[in-house]
């Protein structure tokens, strides 16, 4: 049984988020970290844009910049996620060789895991499919994928992206618990995304724990809890800058 490391944070800053978790694909990457499992928050409301993710397409930038809301790219590629009152999720290890060398394969296996959480909140789902649709989202959650996790009712409950460097995979999630002030129609440009949050009424502990346990038991994995090693605090901080907000009117550190 292949030992994870367990990182349980509660909220930070959106740029620090983003540069914690390249920090810990580079660590895992270089051999100098084992395979992560990281569950977070976010200080406040932020929009993450995918990697090659178009931001005058995108995203209502003097729109967000009015709200205080920052906008940083992901190293991940994908949609915008509008967060805040969402449960993050980082999943860092090496490929192994009796894992699928696809990226869909990769995806199908951490859905298993995610579908044994989701039932442990009583909520049960299905991995998402390849939708395309003639107008255009900018809206992760409004555009269904292979990466994502559907509820009963085909609406999106968890969006994931990958990236993936050498002797790595880096998967950034997105679950979504509580709403926030501001709407995807706020923040994205064309379609966006609805929900009744199903999620809501359930605590954040109960939350973390299923995701623990859904993980152990699909993956046939153990965690130790553990926090960042210098290294990786050190890179994040060097990285900081790489994930300073788009819409300059904010404080570059948000």
Request: glycine share 8%; hydrophobic share 40%.
């Amino acid at each position: 049984m292949t030992t994870w490391r367990l990182i349980i944070q509660e909220e930070n800053k959106p740029s620090w988020n983003m540069a914690v978790d390249h920090a810990i694909m580079d660590a895992v990457s270089e051999g100098l970290a084992p395979p992560t499992f990281r569950l977070y928050r976010w200080e406040g409301e932020a929009v993450t844009l995918g990697h090659n993710q178009s931001l005058q397409n995108g995203v209502k930038l003097q729109e967000c910049s009015r709200r205080s809301i920052p906008v940083i790219r992901r190293i991940t590629g994908g949609r915008g996620i509008l967060h805040g009152g969402d449960q993050g999720i980082t999943i860092c290890m090496q490929p192994l060789v009796e894992w699928s060398k696809s990226i869909a394969g990769n995806y199908a296996r951490f859905a298993e895991a995610f579908k044994a959480a989701l039932i442990k909140m009583g909520l049960e789902t299905r991995q998402g499919y390849s939708e395309r649709r003639q107008h255009h989202v900018a809206d992760c959650f409004a555009l269904r994928s292979e990466a994502d996790i559907l509820c009963a009712n085909g609406e999106k409950i968890l969006g994931c992206a990958q990236r993936r460097v050498k002797n790595a995979i880096l998967e950034q999630c997105s679950l979504r618990h509580q709403p926030v002030s501001a709407s995807p129609s706020d923040v994205f440009i064309g379609e966006f995304s609805n929900s009744d949050y199903p999620l809501s009424d359930i605590e954040r502990g109960i939350i973390i724990q299923s995701l623990i346990d859904g993980f152990a038991a699909a993956l046939s994995i153990r965690f130790e809890e553990n926090n960042l090693t210098m290294w990786e605090l050190e890179r994040a901080c060097y990285l900081l800058t790489d994930y300073s907000p788009l819409n300059p009117i904010l404080d570059r550190f948000n």
